[in-house]
């Protein structure tokens, strides 16, 4: 099982890359659970035709008991299982604590034995790297995690922080950082800045996302342009990332 946690600023989108990489590794026939770990709830909407799913935070507010799997689960494009953590009502709580709560639901209801997936991706908002939103990294859920960022000043400054709260981690036997997923904004200098950040840290880019029309007009048809557009060049580049990451994981 392949489980990589994706992590990146708030807007930077790490959940269009997370739910097109999911979509490249379903058309390449892996049984793919998609996770969102942030409290707007807002992975999965493109592989789900635009619509939201009941997340876990809002289910345990409004019932006594625990969900089932089925209560909480949507089946997504070409199969695609999604989650969303979801989080605390708006002013109350603390959102992390809301996803350490959805984890333990999800061992309780042994959502990998059950469904015995081949990729498990984990969409991480990395604004703030506390307890609840570092638990893929420290808690042996991920295995790997890949970094979203432009050349953007905030977005690298995120990057920044995610990639120390892995550091913290790296003589425990937590996941490794597996390399940078550059989203280009075609900002000034832009690749010279992101490289230059990844060299520094010694990570690899491993995906190079240009700037494409094509995700806006397909996310308002709910879809990622993995599924509306096959013959797009962002399509390639997904799959040829899903191909990438799994050939290293043998």
Same mark, same amino acid.
């Given at each position: ?7 990146g600023k708030g807007g930077i989108g790490k959940s269009t890359m997370t739910s097109h990489l999911a979509a490249a590794f379903s058309r ?63 002013? +109350? ?62 977005? +690298? ?78 399509t390639k580049t997904f799959c040829d990332l899903a191909d990438t990451l799994w050939e290293d994981n043998r």
């Amino acid at each position: 099982m392949l489980k990589i946690a994706i992590y990146g600023k708030g807007g930077i989108g790490k959940s269009t890359m997370t739910s097109h990489l999911a979509a490249a590794f379903s058309r390449q026939g892996k049984k793919v659970i998609q996770i969102g770990c942030d409290p707007k709830a807002d992975s999965t909407f493109s592989l789900l035709g635009g619509k939201a799913i009941t997340p876990v935070m809002d289910y345990l507010r409004a019932h006594d008991e625990d969900p089932t799997l089925e209560d909480i689960m949507e089946i997504g494009y070409n199969g695609i299982r999604c989650l969303e953590t979801g989080g605390p009502t708006p002013g +109350l709580g603390c959102a992390g604590r809301g996803i350490m709560a959805t984890f333990a639901l999800l061992e309780d209801l042994e959502l990998f034995e059950r469904e015995q997936p081949d990729v498990v991706l984990f969409d991480v908002l990395g604004d703030v790297v506390c307890g609840g939103f570092a638990a893929p990294i420290r808690e042996g859920y991920a295995d790997e995690i890949l970094i979203v960022t432009s050349g953007e000043k905030m977005a +690298l400054y995120a990057a920044n922080n995610i990639w120390k709260a892995v550091e913290n981690f790296k003589n425990r036997s937590y996941a490794t950082v597996r390399g940078i997923l550059f989203n280009r904004r075609n900002i000034p200098n832009e690749e010279e800045k992101v490289r230059a950040f990844a060299k520094e840290r010694g990570l690899p880019i491993v995906a190079d996302i240009g700037r494409s029309d094509a995700i806006n007009v397909c996310e308002e048809q709910g879809k990622t342009v993995v599924e509306a557009m096959p013959e797009d060049p962002l399509t390639k580049t997904f799959c040829d990332l899903a191909d990438t990451l799994w050939e290293d994981n043998r």
